[in-house]
T-cell receptor, first 114, second 112 residues
Framework: DSGVTQTPKHLITATGQRVTLRCSPRSGDLSVYWYQQSLDQGLQFLIQYYNGEERAKGNILERFSAQQFPDLHSELNLSSLELGDSALYFC?????????????FGPGTRLTVL | DAKTTQPTSMDCAEGRAANLPCNHSTISGNEYVYWYRQIHSQGPQYIIHGLKNNETNEMASLIITEDRKSSTLILPHATLRDTAVYYCIVRFFGGATNKLIFGTGTLLAVQP
């Protein structure tokens, strides 16, 4: 158990819909990272937040957005969903954004878009 | 971040040491070598990391060559539960983000 929690575990929805994925980092961690893992693209970095502020963006679509709240939990919002958005979404957390620290991953949310 | 090259797959007999190689010939002086593994569709699990010295923890050992252009992850006594995809990642520190760039990894199959 990494100490990172993600909800829900599974999500099944239809095209065009909007969903919210939630992540609670390990106690004391200030940085949250979101990754997407699809069959054809592998594990890809989406976005990072540090202490409530966006720190870095990766291959994140404009239909996707995220935020980190004052209690440091984070949400990833996916809208206008397409079939190709079906994937595993992982959240990771670490203590500090710029030190040589380690990211610990949550169990993931499996999103299926029908 | 430097690119890494790993074999697509490897087999190992249960109880034997598993040696997973990684080539990172373009690594620079302030880049670390990190290893993660992913068992089935679970979240990636941190294993070990190093800069230039060999490192050992309760899970594995990391051997980095003197020129730092390659490394080997060693699982001393592989078990069936070690069957997973192993990712070798080179990370630069000092920038604004510590994002991880995953390659395709090595699928290690531990055979009974």
């Amino acid at each position: 158990d990494s100490g990172v929690t993600q909800t829900p575990k599974h999500l099944i929805t239809a095209t065009g819909q909007r969903v919210t994925l939630r992540c609670s980092p390990r106690s004391g961690d200030l940085s949250v990272y979101w990754y997407q893992q699809s069959l054809d693209q592998g594990l890809q970095f989406l976005i990072q937040y540090y202490n409530g502020e966006e720190r870095a963006k990766g291959n994140i679509l404009e239909r996707f957005s995220a935020q980190q709240f004052p209690d440091l939990h984070s949400e990833l919002n996916l809208s206008s969903l397409e079939l190709g958005d079906s994937a595993l979404y992982f959240c990771a957390s670490s203590v500090d954004a710029t030190s040589t620290d380690t990211q610990y991953f949550g169990p993931g949310t499996r999103l299926t878009v029908l | 971040d430097a690119k890494t090259t790993q074999p697509t797959s490897m087999d190992c007999a249960e109880g034997r040491a598993a040696n997973l190689p990684c080539n990172h010939s373009t690594i620079s002086g302030n880049e670390y070598v990190y290893w993660y593994r992913q068992i089935h569709s679970q979240g990636p699990q941190y294993i070990i990391h190093g800069l230039k010295n060999n490192e050992t923890n309760e899970m594995a050992s990391l051997i980095i060559t003197e020129d730092r252009k390659s490394s080997t992850l060693i699982l001393p006594h592989a078990t069936l539960r070690d069957t997973a995809v192993y990712y070798c990642i080179v990370r630069f520190f000092g920038g604004a983000t510590n994002k991880l760039i995953f390659g395709t990894g090595t699928l290690l199959a531990v055979q009974p």
